[in-house]
């Protein structure tokens, strides 16, 4: 062999030994997943078990806006649409898939407001027989529009004294009105000098109208809700200095074991405890700092449905699988794979 071509191969044996014990070139990092579309705001999953609740591509929607306060939701199955309050401005409106969201009951009130914060209704719910039921704060009562479009006063008084102003209602299976009593409506609230109660009530009515105080210690309570088999009532308070959820066990002697069923004292996002529904599972969707939070009946938070608006008050709809959310100056849904019990027929 030349002297050229033994050097030729010794290069070339180099070269190999070189290249084989070369390092790996570093791979790409790996794609990240693109976040979510929850469309109309986000969703914070906390535990696995929300997933089977809420889709992981479950997309919040904005369906109207331009009001002032929007509240109390309600879905009228026979009209297919739903109701809800703008608190803050004064009306019912409507609101359905093909026409959109329009006036319903325009004013609410129309009596001197001296010494009121807001006047419109707030709760809505609906009867047994269709009929919607409203917590008016003007008025200071609650009624049932008739199919005239007349009302007819369901209670406005405890005792012989006026109510605060009736907030949030809700009906059990044998026809009792449960409702709160805070006195938000009122012009310094608890101070207000038109109150004629010291307390803030939660209270429920009998079929026959018989009015009965159930609990007059909670500092401000508002939305409620009956876990599924009615043993439990649930209800919000919307004191900032004790954002707390109350859980009651509940029968026809009363309300007894009051007890916190869960706390967000520690959470600074707008947003206090407000109104809330239970599905069919019992897990609340309960209005609060930064959005509806969905908990399961242990106490274990899930996670949290945030519209692109801190919401007051949430309600079942369609086939009782879609949250609407009133928040703030607007409307919102989110479709889930749990759901709810509508009231009325």
């Keep these: 062999m030349t002297r050229l071509a033994t050097a030729f191969c010794l290069a070339a044996i180099t070269c190999f030994v070189a290249a084989c014990g070369a390092p790996e070139p570093a791979a790409d990092p790996p794609a990240e997943a693109p976040?979510?579309?929850?469309?109309?705001?986000?969703?914070?999953?906390?535990?696995?078990?929300?997933?089977?609740?809420?889709?992981?591509?479950?997309?919040?929607?904005?369906?109207?806006d331009g009001?002032?306060?929007?509240?109390?939701?309600v879905w009228d199955r026979a009209e297919s649409r739903l109701l809800f309050s703008d608190v803050r401005g004064n009306g019912v409106y409507q609101w359905s898939e093909a026409d959109g969201a329009s006036p319903f009951i325009e004013p609410v009130f129309e009596g001197d407001r001296t010494g009121l914060r807001s006047v419109s209704s707030n709760g809505l719910t609906i009867d047994a027989e269709g009929r919607l039921v409203m917590c008016e704060h003007g008025n200071r009562l609650i009624s049932r529009v008739e199919a005239d479009?007349?009302?007819t006063t369901l209670v406005?008084?405890?005792?012989?004294?006026?109510?605060?102003?009736?907030?949030?209602?809700?009906y059990s299976?044998?026809?009792?009105?449960?409702?709160?009593?805070p006195g938000s409506a009122l012009e310094g609230r608890d101070e207000s000098p038109l109150r004629e109660h010291d307390f803030n009530g939660i209270y429920r009515l009998s079929?026959?109208?018989?009015?009965?105080?159930?609990?007059?210690?909670?500092?401000?309570?508002?939305g409620i809700a009956l876990s599924p088999d009615e043993a439990v009532l649930y209800?919000?308070?919307?004191?900032?200095?004790?954002?707390?959820?109350?859980?009651?066990?509940?029968?026809?002697?009363?309300?007894?074991?009051?007890?916190?069923?869960?706390?967000?004292?520690?959470q600074t996002a707008e947003g206090a405890a407000d109104g809330l529904k239970v599905d069919n599972a019992g897990n609340l969707f309960a209005?609060?700092?930064?959005g509806v939070w969905v908990i399961a009946p242990d106490g274990t938070h899930l996670g949290t449905i945030m519209p692109d608006e801190v919401p007051a008050n949430v309600a079942w709809g369609d086939d009782g699988s879609t949250l609407y959310m009133t928040a703030r100056t607007g409307l919102y849904r989110i479709r889930l794979t749990t759901e709810g019990t509508i009231p009325g027929p």
């Design 35 to 64: 976040a979510p579309d929850n469309g109309a705001g986000t969703i914070l999953r906390v535990d696995p078990r929300f997933d089977a609740l809420v889709p992981a591509d479950s997309r919040i929607e904005k369906l109207a």
């Design 67 to 73: 009001y002032v306060f929007t509240e109390g939701p």
């Design 149 to 151: 479009g007349t009302r």
């Design 156 to 170: 406005d008084s405890y005792e012989g004294r006026r109510l605060n102003s009736p907030n949030d209602a809700a």
């Design 173 to 181: 299976s044998d026809g009792w009105l449960y409702f709160t009593d």
């Design 207 to 222: 079929p026959d109208g018989e009015l009965e105080l159930l609990y007059r210690d909670q500092s401000r309570p508002n």
């Design 235 to 266: 209800v919000a308070n919307s004191d900032p200095e004790q954002k707390v959820w109350m859980a009651y066990d509940l029968s026809e002697e009363g309300v007894s074991n009051p007890r916190v069923f869960f706390d967000v004292n520690d």
């Design 287 to 290: 209005t609060g700092p930064g």
